[in-house]
């Protein structure tokens, strides 16, 4: 798969106005951040910093527990290769991580894992600094309902969703097993709404193969477990190219990370003003903040049967679970004698991936950057220094059939600048031999002329006519309006080809309003092109080329009848 790229500074793409400036104008952000992530110094100084800090007797650990993890999955040689390579003092990861999507989620995730594996590439060669790849699998995490669906473009956007109606609100993921059938209702449902084409049938295969015989819940053999599931379609997709998995529920890690819970109960409440400060400080700068901590809660969730509770603090160094207390010593205690009770919310869990990992950078997309640069205090708090923050990949993929329509609108930035409706309008516009606009203008200037002249003759008549002529006025503009749309509904029977383009572009780049890559499931475009389109993305993107991507296929797969 040949794809040729493109880069879009278009706003739309970014997301929120301190991703924009993270990418175009970083030095507005510096404060926020130990490291500018554009210059190959800042790896160096980050690797400096991890030298003096890391504990390699904390890496044969890490490297034991990574090996059990992706061998169980049977990972490729190059993932093993890599955690080896992480046994020897002074290698790094890369990191980035994600809550596991039904069948990989939307297609950022795939975008962040390409960057994760390009990056560390790139800093291996280019610095001679020995760099491991790796997933965080977020199976710690508790949204359901942004893990139960993925999305499939047909004549508009469709989310073909796994039954979870059983599972409990803020069930942590490693805690919630499927039955079987669900998954393969859901592997039916997209195979019934996606074209049959070549590649279907591997597509298919793949799917049923992830969950063919493995991942159980050891209490019974029908039901999976849905970070597991994740992980194993991640390493079918990617151990050739050495990615590593990290699942944060393994009790060694939470055992390693421990430490962190009595830093928590100790230093709660400079946490939650350092964050809360910064965020001020983020609003009086123009940005939007991420966090707003208005209850006092530890850092930490105490896990109870399966359900991901809040740790809510009171006075006295107690604590409150639901409607149980606990003293300091109590909740040590019991992080001492089952650490795996315990899992981090979105302050801490940065911050013990950064001790646990010997993290050079970290891969964040619009969101998370945001977070970086409240929570970044935190770090200071915690005795542990920052990694360098690089943003992902971003990227919309453009077909064949939508590149024929924005070549006969000549221009996609035309077409971004603006919603579906308003580039109706304005191609209708420019089909005809008139501006509908002046046209439907001229008569309204001209008919407010003739309306006034006669309340100017009127008046000097010495005559009244009370409210009657405003009203005039307004049912003029009343029926301008509807005149104006009148004619905009004839061109468009005369030109139904254009509004029917105009909605497939923006299905496609924009589907259901949103981002592609927020929306739309990698395996939409396997099912087209073969499983062998991600050595095309691979390819697609650069290292240090930060801006999103505009992603052009121009090498089809042998499709079927819709194609």
Request: hydrophobic share 35%.
């Amino acid at each position: 798969m040949i794809i040729n790229t493109e880069n879009s500074n278009n706003g739309r793409f970014y997301r929120n106005k301190l991703y924009m400036d993270f990418i175009f104008d970083f030095q507005k952000l510096g404060d926020y951040f130990n490291h500018d992530y554009r210059e190959i110094k800042s790896y160096k100084k980050r690797m400096a910093e991890i030298e003096k800090y890391y504990d390699d007797d904390q890496r044969k650990g890490v490297v034991e527990i990574l090996n059990d993890y992706n061998s169980r999955f049977g990972a490729g040689r190059k993932t093993l290769d890599n955690i080896r390579k992480l046994s020897e003092s002074g290698t790094v990861v890369i990191v980035g991580g994600q809550q596991p999507g039904l069948f990989t989620g939307p297609l950022f995730i795939i975008y962040k894992i390409i960057t994760i594996l390009k990056l560390s590439s790139f800093i291996n060669k280019e610095t001679g600094i020995r760099t491991v790849p790796c997933f965080w699998n977020a199976s710690d995490d508790s949204s359901i309902g942004q893990a139960n669906s993925i999305g499939l473009i047909t004549d508009e956007l469709k989310k073909v969703k796994i039954d979870t109606s059983n599972i409990k609100k803020n069930a942590r993921f490693s805690n919630i097993y499927i039955e079987r059938e669900k998954y393969t209702k859901v592997i039916e449902d997209i195979r019934s709404l996606l074209a049959e084409t070549d590649f279907s049938d591997e597509v298919t295969g793949l799917l049923k193969g992830s969950i063919a015989d493995r991942y159980t819940d050891p209490l019974e053999d029908n039901r999976i477990n849905l970070p597991e599931l994740f992980s194993d379609i991640i390493l079918n997709l990617f151990s050739e190219y050495g990615i590593v998995l990290i699942d944060p529920s393994d009790d060694r890690l939470k055992k390693m990370g421990k430490r962190f819970l009595k830093e928590d109960l100790e230093k709660c409440a400079s946490i939650k003003e350092t964050v809360n400060t910064r965020g001020d400080e983020l609003e009086r700068a123009g940005y939007q903040r991420q966090l707003d901590i208005k209850q006092d809660t530890l850092n930490h969730f105490l896990n109870v049967a399966g359900i991901r509770e809040k740790i809510e603090c009171l006075p006295e160094m107690y604590y409150r679970v639901k409607d149980k207390i606990y003293s300091k010593k109590e909740l040590i205690c019991k992080s001492g004698e089952d650490p795996g009770l315990f899992s981090w919310n979105v302050v801490m869990r940065p911050v013990i991936q950064d001790t646990l990992f010997p993290v050079l950078a970290t891969i964040c997309g619009p969101g998370e950057v945001s977070y970086f640069a409240q929570i970044s205090g935190v770090y200071g708090l915690m005795d542990v220094r920052l990694p360098v923050i690089y943003p992902r990949f971003s990227a919309t993929i453009i077909e064949r059939n939508i590149e024929k329509i924005i070549n006969k609108f000549k221009s996609i930035d035309k077409l971004l600048e603006t919603n579906r409706e308003q580039a109706i309008k304005r191609s209708l516009n420019d089909s005809g031999n008139i501006s509908i606009e002046d046209l439907v203008g001229d008569l309204e200037k001209k008919l407010e002329g003739v309306f006034g002249a006669f309340e100017k003759e009127v008046s000097l008549a010495g005559l009244n006519v009370g409210n009657s002529s405003d009203r005039i006025k307004r049912n003029i503009k009343k029926e301008i309006s509807v005149l104006k749309g009148k004619i905009y509904s004839e061109l468009k029977k005369e030109n139904q080809w254009l509004e029917n383009a105009l909605n497939r572009f923006y299905l496609n780049l924009f589907p259901g309003g949103g981002l592609q890559e927020r929306e739309v499931n990698f395996f939409y475009y396997a099912n087209k092109y073969g499983i062998g389109i991600m050595d095309g993305l691979y390819d697609s993107f650069n290292p240090f080329d930060f801006k999103h991507k505009l992603l052009f296929l121009n090498q089809g797969g042998k499709n079927g009848k819709n194609s």
